[in-house]
């Protein structure tokens, strides 16, 4: 089954805390990314990688770490969470072609206190 | 002006209404255009994806696309209270240095009232 993985779907830390979110797919996707949705603005993407080894930031990569040495997983690090990172994180991955879906993961829930 | 941008809601329609939901987007270059319907604390899942200039029909969806316009839109004809769920419109990036990348809308909430 088609699927995209993520570790994990609730988590409440404390500020300063280092966390890793962790997002896996099984369909040999080249293009995946990772969303923080939060509510009246809808889904804005944090970091996106096209490839293994390439990452690039999206529109709200503050505050935020990725990395793709695998083409299967693309781990979301918060070195230093603060508050405001507070949010729905969606991990997705697609093929880098116009006509096809991106794949979302289940979801991580994120409070930091 | 934001690169997509959905008709402000919420959006509250009478059961078997149609339910008409709207997108803009800037960027002339874009090829493709989603749909995705997400419940309350679920991940988005497609409902339609369209590419052509014209309407798209699946079932009780259409989609509407007008590239002149930089204009698209979905239809729910039948409108049922399962429907009730934030819609949100997607648009691929196909050009320059972001080539693959998923820009979404702020969604648009529905309600369907029984």
């Known amino acids: 089954e088609a699927q995209v993985t993520q570790n994990p779907r609730y988590l409440i830390t404390v500020t300063g805390k280092k966390l890793t979110v962790t997002c896996s797919q099984n369909?040999?996707?080249?293009?995946m990314s990772w969303y923080r949705q939060d509510p009246g603005l809808g889904l804005r993407q944090i970091y996106y990688s096209m490839n293994v080894e390439v990452t690039d930031k999206g529109d709200v990569p503050e505050g935020y770490k990725v990395s793709r040495k695998e083409k299967r997983n693309f781990p979301l690090i918060l070195e230093s969470p603060s508050p405001n990172q507070t949010s729905l994180y969606f991990c997705?991955?697609?093929?880098?072609?116009?006509?096809?879906?991106?794949?979302f993961g289940q979801g991580t829930r994120l409070t930091v206190v | 002006q934001k690169e997509v941008e959905q008709n402000s809601g919420p959006l509250s329609v009478p059961e078997g209404a149609i339910a008409s939901l709207n997108c803009t987007y800037s960027?002339?270059?874009?090829?493709?255009f989603f749909w995705y319907r997400q419940y309350s604390g679920k991940s988005p899942e497609l409902i339609m994806f369209i590419y052509s200039n014209g309407d798209k029909e699946d079932g009780r969806f259409t989609a509407q696309l007008n590239k002149a316009s930089q204009y698209v839109s979905l239809l729910i004809r039948d409108s049922q209270p399962s429907d009730s769920a934030t819609y949100l419109c997607?648009?691929?990036?196909?050009?320059?240095?972001?080539?693959?990348?998923?820009?979404f809308g702020q969604g648009t909430i529905l309600t369907v009232h029984p």
């Open positions: 997607a648009v691929f990036n196909a050009g320059g240095t972001s080539y693959g990348k998923l820009t």
């Open positions: 369909m040999n996707h080249e293009y």
């Open positions: 960027d002339r270059g874009s090829q493709s």
């Open positions: 997705a991955s697609s093929s880098p072609a116009p006509h096809t879906e991106a794949f």
